[in-house]
């Protein structure tokens, strides 16, 4: 079964649930409807987590064996010195890979030191208790992120010397990027930054927007990757968004924070006040950022859910009425998230800027 939420995955599942062509994976047609939905789980499971290799999709052979279609990736491990290998050296999870004289297998979607038979020992509450060593792999999330970064400096490394070569007019595709740079400017930035101080907070807005709208973008092709789906990001994400506007705040954005009242009231007045009032500033600081995560995290996340949801319907079905019900609706969602991936791109970066525009308000002291 296919691991990417891709319109023509949907097309091409389809095709393949209707027909019931032997040998595929979730297509079985000796499995039973228990055994059908269990391996359906576990395929949009592992589509949502991150992975050592890119999988497109799988199937069975005539002999039973699980073929894998797609590409490895370098682990990186520090284990007592430095261990490079390939990650092809796992076979999906299924291997374990031998370094030098020691071994390692994966488990749960983590590596683990073991023996050359693969033994992992769990706890009571079935947590491994093998040793782990340090982790540096670059993972599929992690090749994504350096291929769109890659692209970003290509793109906008082009965009400039467009501007430069034509006397301030982009050529080619910079002008479809540039109404979305001005848009981002002068609709985003400026009004809930201010005129005074939008310029240095421009960079940062503008490689947010892009980033998160190429990577969700990027989720919904066949490499089906889910990398804004991962709480990790939008959290590192967040981070940033709440490092600078707590950084670059200016002492009207404090004095709010710890003086909510100003100096409308005596002091013996307010003490009851702030009692309440600062705790609640103070947790403000933290509430920001958060939902920043989770908000981007959540609709991702349950995007790709939807769609391996609605894909897996047509192995269930295998019918006229019901995969051709599925299709439609999974088609229908996969043109949804396109317009979700731009949306959710954008939300991060209004709300990052409206964040931005408390930490630089400046007020008149008299």
């Keep these: ?7 023509f995955y949907a097309v091409l599942c389809y095709t393949i649930a209707l027909f019931s062509v032997p040998g595929l994976g979730v297509a079985k047609e000796n499995a039973t409807s228990s055994d059908l939905k269990t391996e359906i789980k576990e395929y949009i499971g ?15 052979n005539a ?11 370098p682990v990186i491990l520090w284990d007592n010195g430095l261990k490079v290998f390939s990650s092809s050296q796992f076979l999906h999870g299924e291997s374990v890979a031998q370094v030098g004289t020691n071994y390692y297998a994966i488990d749960h979607g983590k590596i683990y030191k073991t023996n050359a038979e693969g033994v992992i020992e769990y706890d009571e509450e079935h947590h491994a208790l093998n040793e782990a060593p340090l982790d540096f792999s670059i993972t599929k999330g992690v090749a994504s992120m350096l291929l769109i970064a890659g692209l970003m400096f290509w ?10 070569a034509n006397g301030g007019v982009p050529a080619g595709i910079g002008r479809f ?17 201010g005129e005074k101080k939008y310029g240095k907070y421009m960079s940062f807005l503008l490689t947010v927007f892009f980033f998160i709208w190429f990577l969700n973008l990027l989720g919904l092709t066949p490499l089906g990757v889910n990398v804004t789906g991962n709480i990790a990001i ?5 981070l940033l968004t709440f490092l600078i506007t707590n950084l670059t705040g200016t002492k009207d954005y404090w004095l709010h924070i710890f003086d909510p009242l100003g100096g409308s009231m005596k002091w013996y ?3 009851p006040l702030y009692i309440i009032l600062i705790p609640i500033e103070v947790l403000g600081i933290f509430i920001k950022p958060f939902s920043l995560l989770i908000r981007l995290y959540a609709n991702m996340q349950a995007g790709h859910i939807v769609l391996m949801s609605l894909i897996g319907l047509m192995f269930i079905f295998k019918s006229w009425l019901g995969s051709p019900l599925s299709f439609g609706l999974a088609f229908a969602i996969s043109l949804i998230e ?7 791109a954008y939300i991060f970066t209004m709300l990052s800027a409206l964040y931005f525009g408390f930490a630089a308000e400046e007020h008149e002291h008299h």
């Design 1 to 7: 079964m296919p691991s990417a939420t891709h319109p």
């Design 338 to 344: 396109l317009l979700v991936a731009l949306l959710q």
């Design 177 to 193: 990027f540039e109404p979305i740079v001005l848009y981002i400017r002068d609709d985003i930035a400026r009004p809930n930054i």
């Design 46 to 60: 592992h589509h949502l987590q991150d992975a050592y290799d890119f999988s497109l999709f799988s199937y069975t």
């Design 155 to 164: 793109l906008f490394r082009k965009l400039g010397q467009s501007y430069v």
């Design 63 to 73: 002999s039973g064996e699980h073929v894998y279609i797609g590409f490895p990736l």
């Design 234 to 238: 939008t959290f590192g994400l967040a």
């Design 269 to 271: 007045a307010k003490v």
